[in-house]
């Protein structure tokens, strides 16, 4: 495993320098990686892991996912790699998947929320990858929004939540896959997704060879993983999620809502959007039965849709297979009524 070295683009550029500088002496930076823009410190600082949960508002027994841009750092960070865990990274690394992993004792409690366990992944992304090996040391980052807003997907939404209460911004663009990574724990009978992402249960089953299991938050019990528990991915407007044969009332529904006053937006597949009267905004998820396209632009679309002082978003649901799966979970969270299904 450690023979597997991962090759990066080292940027030399000053303003690149200066954000490593930054992060060196305990600051907190943004950076895009493939899923959405994470707000990174050094993992050993207890003082700039302490200011990440202050500008997000975050609760602080939700842990951090530990960014690494070389399987060394492994070692450093975890006390045990198990050998699924080894096939994962294997397939999967660099890439939108989060391996939870038993913690060693350089990670501060302040990172993981007094877990015993760390949530490690390697991003597959130049800017996000050459920060880290640039600095030598992994970094914490969650996503790099207020706690509860849908994450980022371009700097100007890191910008447009933070202003200038964090350090720096590094703007590598738009980010490719719109949703956050997949979070996985490992346990005797195999592997668990604890949060869908881009890396899908299909691919783990076919990287693996056995069934995944996906696990529920149950009411009277810790949730598996902290995050879970909290509200999440919401803008302020209302969500409305359309399901099943619900879909085709969408049109009537939007009506009714702009007759009562409402400033709405419509979010689906084209030919829905089709058959929807004028509203304040339409955003596609482009050709029915695509889930990439819906995942890379459902947060900004949510953001936009805010921005422009919409009461209400109505969505189509996706087919919940694949990366739709993910789309759907973070639909399911952000929708303050579900019609139909
Ligand atoms: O794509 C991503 O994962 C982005 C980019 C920046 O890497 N990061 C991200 O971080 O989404 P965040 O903090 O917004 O979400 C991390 C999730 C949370 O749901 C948290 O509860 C879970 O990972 N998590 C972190 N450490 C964990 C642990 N030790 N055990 C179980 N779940 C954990
Ligand atoms: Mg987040």
Known sequence: MHSLKCISVVFRDEQFLLAVDILRQGGIVAFPTETVYGLGARYDSEQAIAKIFAVKGRPS???????????????????????????????????PLTIVLPKSSAVPYAATGGLETVAVRMPAHAVALSLISALGIPLVAPSANLSGKPSPTTAQHVRDDFGETIDAIVDGGETEVGLESTVVSIGVCGVTILRPGAVTREMIETAIGVPVLTQQAEPHMPPPSPGMKYM????????????????????????LLRNTGGVVAVIGYEDTLAQVAETAM???????????????????????????????????????????AAVMNRLSKAATRVIGG
């Open 61 to 95: 027994d939700n842990p951090l996912i530990v960014h690494i841009s070389d399987y060394c750092q492994l070692s450093e960070i975890t006390l045990a790699v198990p050998s699924l865990a080894e096939q994962l990274m294997q397939v999967f690394w660099p890439g």
């Open 232 to 255: 999440h991915y919401a803008p302020r407007a209302e969500v409305l999620l359309f399901k099943g044969q619900a879909v085709t009332d969408m049109p009537q529904q939007v009506l």
């Open 282 to 324: 339409k955003m596609t998820f482009g050709k029915r039965g695509r889930a990439d396209l819906a995942a890379h632009n459902l947060y900004a679309y949510f953001r936009q849709a805010d921005q422009a002082g919409v009461t209400h978003i109505c969505v189509e649901e996706i087919a919940a297979i694949g990366l739709g």
